[in-house]
Structures are given as C-alpha cells and as structure tokens.
Nanobody
Framework: QVQLVESGGGLVQPGGSLRLSCAASGNIYSIYRMAWYRQAPGKQRELVASIIGGTTYYANSVKGRFTISRDNAKNTLSLQMDSLKPEDTAVYYC?????????WGQGTQVTVSS
C-alpha cells in the first residue's frame, strides 16, 4: 500500500507558475510508475504527465509548459507548471502504480484566474 499527499496548489494569474509536490510513503519500493492527473468541474479525470524510470509522457495540452520529475531519495513527485492558462484550472491528483494497482492522493486545487 502506498500513501500519497499532494501540496502546492493555489490561485495564480494566467501566465504564472506553480509547483506541485507529492510525498509518497508506505511500500514505495514497489512503485514503478508515477503520474499527475487532473479533473476539471464537469469533466473526466485526465492524465497530465507520467514518469517511468527516466521516461516521461505529457498530454499535448501541457507539453512544453509542464515538467514532471521524481526524487527517489526524498520519495517525492513534482510537477512544475509554467505559462498557466485558465483551462489548467482543476483538481490535480498524484498517482502511484504498483503490481497491486493504483494509489491516489486527495488532490490539490489549482485555479488560474485574473
């Protein structure tokens, strides 16, 4: 079992930046994939970015603006978000995958508005 806690959300103006963090605990050595998802009001949860080893994946909507990174020494996952747009407004969730399945954090709200 893996426990995840996100932090770093908030209100930011369009064009601004935020950095999300996710602290992992529990059976962390069984994690082989970590990812960030988001869910906007009235929409389905969508994959934003993922990392497996040194390989990263980004949704087209965030490519070139967001950067995912994992610090294995600190057991953390980060998402650097630059050039934020109003359409990036959503609850952002951290996810960790093991052979037993996916674990999720509680989510952190990101609001991009002037």
């Amino acid at each position: 079992q893996v426990q995840l806690v996100e932090s770093g959300g908030g209100l930011v103006q369009p064009g601004g930046s935020l950095r999300l963090s996710c602290a992992a605990s529990g059976n962390i050595y069984s994690i082989y994939r970590m990812a960030w998802y988001r869910q906007a009001p009235g929409k389905q949860r969508e994959l934003v970015a993922s990392i497996i080893g040194g390989t990263t994946y980004y949704a087209n909507s965030v490519k070139g603006r967001f950067t995912i990174s994992r610090d294995n020494a600190k057991n953390t996952l980060s998402l650097q978000m630059d050039s934020l747009k109003p359409e990036d407004t959503a609850v952002y969730y951290c996810s960790a995958r093991t052979i037993e399945g996916d674990s999720w954090g509680q989510g952190t709200q990101v609001t991009v508005s002037s």
